[in-house]
């Protein structure tokens, strides 16, 4: 069965900090990875998938199939990055059906 | 473009009672998700429909819950009877097809007493 594991629920760091939420998958087969956000207020929506391989709001997530890992990394936080993030997997043999991390909420303080 | 619609937005019922659910995906897209996020948690998901049929349910309470999606457009999902711990938000999500993107809805926060 896959599994997405954030192992923390809460990451709380300063303006201008760097920023690294972690995200372990496991499932056999090659997978879609994703990150989601949700800011306060707002709906849930895509931030960025694995295989896009582009920055944005500066933030960069590679895919270590080694450690089955997809971190999400950012070198400067700033406060509006303030919001939940998921780490979601899609299964790619097919039927692509989605599973959900816990999320990690990041909190960026002045 | 317009986003994922869901109604009711809130909706508090005692346990025993039915609720249902609506969802209107966004135009053209084929895969709908039904999922259930309990306080605390991620988005768990319910169902999978691409057009209308079901590509997964394996995670549906088929005992008390049900969903359907009968032209391949919009969609329902029931509940009945309900129970305590079914309170929470239940979102609805849309994608062009089902590796891609997902766009949600505002979700309906339910509360069973």
């Known amino acids: 069965a896959q599994r997405v594991t954030q192992p923390e629920k809460l990451l709380s760091v300063f303006k201008g900090a760097p920023v690294e939420l972690k995200c372990n998958y496991s499932y056999s087969g090659s997978p879609e990875l994703f990150w989601y956000v949700q800011y306060s207020r707002q709906r849930l929506q895509l931030l960025l998938r694995h295989i896009s391989r582009e920055s944005i709001k500066g933030f960069t997530a590679d895919l270590n199939k080694g450690e089955t890992s997809f971190h999400l990394k950012k070198p400067f936080a700033q406060e509006e990055d303030s919001a939940m993030y998921y780490c979601a997997l899609s299964d790619g043999g097919g039927s692509y059906i989605p599973t959900f991390g816990r999320g990690t909420s990041l909190i960026v303080h002045p | 473009e317009a986003g994922v619609a869901q109604s009711p937005r809130y909706k508090i019922i005692e346990k025993r009672q039915s609720v249902a659910f609506w969802c209107n995906p966004i135009?053209?897209?084929?895969?709908l998700y039904w999922y259930q996020q309990i306080l605390g948690q991620g988005p768990k998901l319910l169902i999978q429909?691409?057009?209308?049929?079901?590509?997964?349910d394996s995670q549906l309470p088929k005992d008390r819950f049900s969903a359907e999606r009968l032209k391949g457009v919009d969609s329902t999902l029931k509940i009945q009877p309900a129970k305590l711990e079914d309170s929470a938000v239940y979102l609805c999500?849309?994608?062009?097809?089902?590796?891609?993107?997902?766009?949600f809805g505002p979700g309906t926060r339910l509360t069973v007493l």
């Open positions: 135009s053209g897209h084929a895969t």
């Open positions: 429909f691409q057009n209308n049929g079901v590509v997964d």
């Open positions: 999500a849309s994608s062009f097809f089902a590796a891609d993107t997902q766009y």
